[in-house]
């Protein structure tokens, strides 16, 4: 079998912000911009990495979705624990200067982890928590 992750969601809250994070403070590229129903998505992934996307989404666009269900993901995301994504970058120091700069919120500091990695955290605009890996 040969299966490869193709995109991973998270929610956004507003679309330009989570633009500005994504792509000028990571430097993803932009792959779609879809707008519907007074909604929008985004689709953003890192550059020379056309097949591995992240498709930000407004919370709870599933019709599905009851208003109180909605209420509960807009608390969890306020809070911070409703979702998050795993990256890593060869120059870990280097990439927490830049995205610290950028008025993320820091969630832990560039750390050697006891299992075994040195990464640190931030939360998006969306609250979303965002790890970033050493690559050794």
Not at 8 to 19: G, Y
Request: charged share 25%; aromatic share 8%; proline share 7%.
């Amino acid at each position: 079998m040969d299966i490869t992750i193709h995109a991973s969601f998270l929610p956004h809250n507003d679309p330009d912000e989570s633009l500005a994070f994504y792509r000028d403070t990571l430097g993803f590229e932009v792959r779609k911009d879809v707008g519907y129903g007074g909604m929008r998505w985004l689709t953003v992934g890192p550059a020379g990495q056309p097949s591995t996307s992240i498709v930000l989404h407004p919370p709870a666009a599933d019709p599905g979705v009851t208003d109180d269900e909605r209420r509960t993901i807009a608390e969890m995301m306020a809070k911070g624990t409703y979702a998050g994504i795993l990256l890593a970058a060869a120059d870990l120091d280097g990439t927490f200067e830049r995205v610290e700069a950028s008025g993320a919120e820091v969630v832990q500091e560039p750390t050697e982890q006891p299992y075994g990695v040195r990464d640190c955290a931030f939360r998006d605009h969306a609250g979303n928590l965002i790890r970033i890996q050493e690559l050794r």
